[in-house]
């Protein structure tokens, strides 16, 4: 079974700075999905950012990049200049390729990590 | 917003109770997802349907149930209802098999 891990339960940032999320993952599969899931205080949960494991490239969004380690399992999350509407909880989460394993596209969720931005 | 519904925002009630919470996916969206958030178990999917049919289970109890329509809506029915049943409820949707998932607000349970 894989395996999402999040060893920072908090982190803070001035806003207008730099911030990253560390996010590890355990697999056997070779093709899979890795996203960044953000949860403001709404509760709502939104995509940010969505990688695929067979893709070199890092995924960008705006603001939002990915630094995607196939070899070491890690994906984690930079956020540039930081926002105050950027301050939720964030979700790192994996999918199986469906391919790769038919009849499982859940997603397995980290802990997550809640980002504090500081005025 | 996602373009996901789902329905009660909240609601309140007692052991021992049966509740239902509704979902209706995006537009077009044909595999649905559901998922609970509780401050000890974390995010954990529960189950999943594709076109009416049910097709991958997850740390569902068994007095929990699911099904999806024909109009592609799905329903969770919680039954017998215990304290730790108390969680947000999630329901997500997505195209195909393969799609990103999107979340709807969720439903916040509290049992009393």
């Known amino acids: 079974a894989q395996t999402v891990t999040q060893s920072q339960p908090e982190m803070s940032v001035q806003e207008a700075e730099t911030v990253t999320l560390s996010c590890t993952y355990d697999?056997?599969?070779?093709?899979?999905?890795l996203f960044w899931y953000k949860q403001p205080p709404s509760r709502q949960m939104i995509l940010v950012i969505r990688?695929?494991?067979?893709?070199?490239q890092n995924a960008t969004e705006n603001r939002f990049s990915v630094n995607f380690q196939k070899a070491a399992k890690s994906f984690s999350l930079k956020i540039s200049d930081s926002q105050l509407g950027d301050a939720a909880m964030y979700f790192c989460?994996?999918?199986?390729?469906?391919?790769?394993?038919?009849?499982?596209?859940?997603?397995?969720f980290g802990t997550g990590t809640r980002l504090t931005i500081i005025p | 917003d996602s373009g996901v519904t789902q329905t009660p925002k909240h609601l309140i009630t007692a052991t021992g109770q049966r509740v239902t919470l509704r979902c209706s996916p995006r537009?077009?969206?044909?595999?649905v997802y559901w998922y609970q958030q509780s401050l000890d178990q974390g995010l954990q999917f529960l189950i999943q349907?594709?076109?009416?049919?049910?097709?991958a289970k997850g740390n569902i109890l068994e007095r929990f149930s699911a099904q999806q329509f024909p109009d592609l809506h799905s329903e969770l029915n919680l039954s017998s209802l215990e304290l730790g049943d108390s969680a947000l409820y999630f329901c997500?949707?997505?195209?195909?098999?393969?799609?990103?998932?999107?979340f709807g607000p969720g439903t916040r349970l509290t049992v009393l």
């Open positions: 537009s077009g969206d044909l595999s």
């Open positions: 349907y594709y076109n009416g049919e049910e097709r």
């Open positions: 989460a994996y999918r199986s390729h469906l391919l790769a394993n038919f009849g499982n596209e859940k997603l397995t």
């Open positions: 997500a949707s997505s195209l195909r098999l393969a799609d990103t998932q999107y």
């Open positions: 697999t056997s599969e070779s093709d899979y999905y």
């Open positions: 990688q695929e494991a067979y893709k070199q």
